[in-house]
Each structure stands twice: as structure tokens, then as C-alpha cells.
């Protein structure tokens, strides 16, 4: 008997050094969260997924044709057949009627869902970032990384990352108490094949195109807005406005690092009385509140109370400056 319980301590010694070991050998989550931004911008693929959100269950392929100018396209497989075809900062919606709206965006983002945006400052105040294994999907080897975040305020994910490329194959992004909200996963894919023009053009050659932004972008500014009590972690990142229009809209952006909010003051005119609206879609939650003659709308992926805190604390700089 004596001999069963030393031979026992000397399995649990074995494999709990083991795991050690395995946990060791593991890349750094933070390293493979910036190797992954890299690889979603640059590599060449095409491939279907499947994508939960709102209650529902999509299924999409895209084509991307990576580099300097980015260039791909998003077609719906079931439902209605719609597209999205960016070319840099431009993306062009298809709807099944063969009707097109442009778009010009102000990020380069790109198509793919739930993809978090992964920037320069450091995580770890406000996101616990670690590698916690591997798993396989769409048949690929994938590291598993977790960005845990650290309060209510964020959202987190759970993301697989293919061991070779880096790219990332599955995405789902978690409330405070680790609840699956949205998801998407690759159920096809391959990386390293370019698309070809046909693939990354609309598949019908007669369009009814109309724009629905400026051709100018917006220009960065010195903001006249601010967030005077942003949430913690949450710092000014730019402000944009028209420069046909200096007294209209100002867009402000902050960031945490990961996650994005986008602030739009804009003058209210004989718009509808919206103040105090919140609205829900998916992830993404909107803010709106009425502001004298001005409109604030906040939107971000993060959760409910912290647009309503951002919306809340938007004020004129000069008032700022000018209170106590």
C-alpha cells in the first residue's frame, strides 16, 4: 500500500509539473492579440462562417485581399442576398433589390464581426489578457486567448487564433459574469489564396448607387466637446467635423485600448425629441440626449451604463473650463 501512495504522489508531481511546463511554453495572450490584428489586415483569405447575434443565426463568406489597400466582400448565404464590398475606407451595401448605398467611413475596419480592436496602450489595467489552451476550428489548430475584463464597464472575449497565421477564426465576445452574448466561427476557410476580382466585386453588374456620406472625410479638429467624467480607463482619442461646416456635427472618439465609443454632437434642428433614449442592438448600445439646441448620440460595443455615463457627461469645453 505504501508503495501504491508514493507511486501516486510521484503521477500528481508528474503531470502538475507538466501542466507547468504546457503553461510555460504557451505565447504570451497579449502578443498573440497584436499578432492577430496584423494577420486579420494583411493575409489573403476566403472563407464561410456563421454568425450569432440578436437571437439569430446567419451564415456569410468573405473574400479578403490583404495589404496597404484593403480590399474585400461579405455575402449573406441565408435570408435575403445582401453584400458588403470595402475598398480602404469606402464599403458599398448591395441590397437584393440590386440597390447600393457608398458609405465612407472614418476607421478602416474591416468587415468581419466581433473582431476587438486590438490598439497600443496597455490592456492589463482593465483587461486580464492570457492564453488558456488550444482547441480546433474549421480544421485549424487554435490558440485560445481570453480578454477578461476587469469590471462592468467593458465587455469580454474569448478568441481562437490559428497557431500558424495568427488569424482569428472564432470570436465571442462575453458580458461581466462571462455570459456569451454574440459569436462568430469559421466553419470553412482558407488562408494564403488571394481572391480574385470576381470575387471581390458585386455579383451584379447593374447598380442603382446613391452615397450616403460626403465625399470629404471629416477632418481631425481640436474638439469643442468633451467627456468631462469619462468611465475609468476610457481616454480622448480624436474629434473630427466637416470643414464645410465648422459650427455642425463634431465626432469624438475614446477608447480604453479594445473598445471604441463614438460620441456625435450635432446641432437638434426640428428633429425628434429623443432624450434620455436608450437602445440595444446586439452588442452595440446607442445613448441619445438632448442638450439644449444639440443632440448627443453615444455608441458603442460596450454595455448600456456606459454610454448612458458617457452621454451624461458631454458638455461644451468652454463650460468645462469656465466651472469650478
Known sequence: MRYLRVAACILVAFFAGQAAADDAARPDGAVLLSRMGEAIRNLDYQGSFTYQHAGRTDTLRVFHAGGPRERERLVSLSGPRTELIRDGFNVTCVQADGSATVYTRLSNRGLLPLIPDAGDRSLATHY???????????????????????????????????????????????????????????????????????????????????????????????????????????EFVSARRSPKDPDGTEHLVYSDGLANVSIYVEPKGDGPDDDGELVGRGTMNIHTRVQGAWRITVVGDVPAETVAMMSRAVARRSETAASP
Open 128 to 234: 486580464e489578457v492570457r492564453n488558456v489552451g488550444s482547441d480546433r476550428v474549421a480544421g485549424f489548430v487554435a490558440d485560445i486567448v481570453d480578454v477578461v475584463a476587469r469590471d462592468r464597464l467593458r465587455y469580454g472575449y474569448r478568441l481562437w487564433l490559428d497557431q500558424q497565421s495568427h488569424l482569428l477564426l472564432r470570436s465571442v465576445v462575453t458580458d461581466a459574469d462571462r455570459r456569451p452574448l454574440e459569436q462568430f466561427m469559421f466553419v470553412s476557410l482558407e488562408i494564403g489564396q488571394p481572391p480574385s476580382e470576381t470575387d471581390l466585386a458585386p455579383s451584379r453588374r447593374e447598380l442603382q448607387v446613391t452615397t450616403a456620406t460626403p465625399q470629404e472625410l471629416l477632418v481631425r479638429t481640436e474638439p469643442t466637446w468633451s467627456v468631462t467624467d469619462p468611465p475609468s480607463g476610457f
